[in-house]
């Protein structure tokens, strides 16, 4: 695919955002040109703040489009080499490790990629564990012929319980079968330095990939995390990075109107102070469904924060709601335009789909049917989006929507980065570290106590002081 | 499998809400004795009034434990039919006929059932086409022997726009294929007098099943629509609405303490009323996960009314959110603990497995590793679940447990049904309409509109009269 800057500009995302204002959605809900006005100097200072800090810190992130070259060159070699052996590739992995992987083969492979027969497929099929059930977990080893697969095992700190039992179990049975060559069937992607699954690897033997210090799990996809799973798949992972510095480059804009990520976290900010506690993300198109759930991750976890940066009680955050339009407008709609007013609707659109099928005459004598004949499953799906949108604004509903001319590479590229960025640019204006995750702490505290392991003496015993349930409340 | 006294006894689903109590959870947060003491009206009401009409009106749901002998086993005999002749069975519908049917396949087959061998599996592979996507349909064309492949098209009204175009589309395709045999590749579920769907199915010589007219889509998955799938899928259809009867019974209990559903309906109801408007279902299971979609259409679209019984503008409602232990603990967990105080959160407990993996050994040297090994994975999520339920109460967020001691068709029917009457107990004290979904009309009329389709005119005049969008808020 030729990237010159024509097609570059063809394909640029667009974010509209008429449905979030006043002359819309009236001025109960909506918000002013004065407001957006008014709160500039907001805008300004998270523009800055971001600005500041790119590529340092827990923002190495922002560097990602730019300086992965020679890793990209490494990712593209060993890819080969897996789709050439291999029929299985399955990512080890949870949270940011999975979820973008997960986001990235659903939007860019076909929806039935591991069911297609191998010639047509062209790549290995694709699995991410990223739960620790039981049952799912032998459910795999049901389907999997493991002389035909490669493992590949993320994770940043080499110590996530969920992902190392995976490590183990699996590992345990390399040995069994492959002796000496069961490191030909593990990657590991990791922290350099820190953490045991490097050293681990390292004793091994494996192939690693490295997950740079300022890149948290969550802002991670664009790393060697998300790009070697991508490459494995035959997705164009050169074109996806051009579509993220394509999309950092538009964000330059230090207009907030002018800049479609600022614009985008000024409007959820504002939201969230008029009390809009809950964000949907509501893609018009299949492959876009887990782009949500990626999201629901990036959204929820960065803002979620119990205190602000200077040691102030905010409880902050919105909560993350998945939907995947038209499905779901025979699900959640009814409370979308009816239920409290205390949602943001984010609706993903696509231009032009990549097939088409005509809907086929047929019903002649049932009007109530045959008005959808002749036309195409595009118009269709495109004119219920077009009608959620205008069913939920003239409720008054606050609702914006993405435009992506088409779903591929670059497109996906530019979606991915404009989330992370409007996710920084609104934990900045809401005075939080939007990179940490101190809420998790506690529960991962709380298992190893349970678990018996040295050092969590202290969280046991605060557990078995805990008050005794009362069987009264038990059903 | 002998379903004895004893038996359904050991197999009650238990709901544990001592971490919704003030006692556990704090003043600030929980309720009191006190407080469920004083709302013991609103219990009593909502229970009489959902006792005098079960059975009548739109609760047609309710007898559905008790009133299908004969379908039963009509379904059964159709579903041997069709496990011998074909390899795939495909739904087609959307909302209510899609959401029950994923969830009880989900929770009830092998978790890469699709995947098996024939053998192995012993049942079609099934698919459900709950979307209009273009990309979708031609996708699940790819991979499908129509030769093979019995269709199941689900509409209530005969007039849902989605599956009634993937109806024509289809039915288009197996004329051409098998001319005056097509008919033998489908079977429609639709109601038995009203709308087109039952006319078609009758000139077209489609096998049917009948939802009774008190049946609402979203209380539909005990009906034919949810029933045939299961069977066809080799899952005891008999011991589900067993399962159902059995919950039932349980909650014929008048006192609120000693009725799951209502006393579960009521703390959300109150809770609601403390500003909750988040309820998060968060299974600890995989074969779970999607029973949280369908909880999601049931809450969503049952509650969220803007008027109530009595005229009155309430914009009432709970936005349902879909969570997965221990997945989201790594997604959703640092939002839950430490962001806004606007949530209750149901945890799906499941005693025990039926598989188990041990943890191997193999990293002695690495004590953040280690002290997993030899554990197993039951345990481990067992404890993870226990240590989040202990972090979110420890951080005074409302939650409560739901505990299943295993996954089969029993639990599953009575799982479902305690959603239902959880439902409808606590429409009941939110004084609104439970079973309808006014909302919806506004998109489907603008969807009309958009098509041309007669009878739409004045949508589509106020449609091309709304307000134009401003080319300036779009970036």
Request: avoid cysteine.
């Given at each position: 695919m030729a990237i010159n800057r024509d097609w570059q500009k063809s394909m640029q995302i667009k974010v509209d955002y008429n449905n979030m204002m006043a002359e819309f959605i009236g001025d109960e809900q909506g918000f002013t040109d004065k407001e957006i006005s008014a709160a500039k100097k907001i805008a300004d200072e998270a523009y800055k703040n971001v600005a500041a800090n790119r590529g340092s810190g827990m923002m190495g992130w922002t560097e990602l489009p730019y300086n992965q070259d020679e890793i990209v060159k490494d990712i593209i070699d060993t890819a080969k080499g897996i789709r050439k052996?291999?029929?299985n590739f399955v990512v080890l992995g949870i949270g940011g490790s999975a979820l973008g992987p997960i986001a990235v083969f659903n939007a860019l492979c076909h929806l039935r990629h591991n069911e297609?027969?191998?010639?047509?497929?062209k790549a290995p099929k694709f699995?991410?564990?990223?739960?620790?059930?039981?049952e799912r977990m032998d459910a795999l080893f049901d389907i999997l012929d493991l002389d035909k697969t490669m493992f590949n095992v993320i994770t940043k700190s080499g110590a996530t319980s969920e992902t190392m039992s995976q490590y183990l179990i699996i590992i345990d049975k390399l040995k069994k079968k492959f002796g000496d060559k069961a490191g030909e069937h593990m990657i590991a992607t990791t922290s350099a330095q820190k953490g045991n699954l490097i050293k681990i690897a390292k004793a091994e033997g494996f192939k690693t990939f490295y997950i740079p210090d300022g890149v948290g799990g969550r802002f991670s996809e664009l790393s060697p995390v998300g790009l070697l799973s991508a490459a494995v798949l035959g997705i164009d992972i050169k074109?996806?990075?051009?579509?993220?510095?394509?999309?950092?480059k538009l964000c330059k804009a230090k207009d907030v109107k002018k800049n479609p990520a600022l614009i985008s976290a000024l409007l959820q900010y504002l939201a969230m102070n008029k009390g809009k506690n809950i964000s949907v993300m509501m893609p018009y198109a299949d492959s876009l469904k887990y782009i949500a759930d990626w999201y629901c991750q990036l959204w929820g976890e960065s803002l979620g924060k119990a205190v602000d940066k200077d040691g102030n009680a905010v409880y902050a955050g919105q909560t993350p709601?998945?939907?995947l339009g038209v499905t779901d407008q025979h699900s959640q709609i009814q409370l979308y335009r009816e239920g409290p007013f205390d949602k943001v609707i984010t609706i993903i659109a696509v231009e032009n789909f990549r097939k088409e099928t005509l809907i086929s005459k047929g019903c002649e004598d049932f009007p109530d049917v045959s008005f959808l004949c002749g036309h195409t499953l595009s118009e269709l799906i495109n004119s219920e989006r077009k009608a959620t949108e205008y069913a939920l604004?003239?409720?008054?509903?606050?609702n914006y929507t993405i435009t992506l001319p088409e779903v591929n590479a670059f497109t996906i590229g530019e979606l991915l980065y404009y989330f992370e960025l409007e996710t920084a640019y609104t934990g900045a204006m809401l005075n939080?570290?939007?990179?940490?995750q101190p809420g998790v702490e506690g529960g991962k505290n709380a298992t190893y106590a349970l678990f018996g392991r040295k050092g969590y003496e202290a969280t046991k015993a605060e557990m078995e002081n805990a008050p005794k349930k009362k069987s009264d409340y038990i059903i």
């Open positions: 052996k291999f029929d297609l027969p191998k010639k047509v497929r699995y991410v564990e990223d739960n620790i059930d039981p074109a996806m990075l051009k579509g993220a510095a394509f999309m950092d709601v998945k939907a604004t003239t409720a008054k509903r606050l939080i570290d939007t990179f940490n």
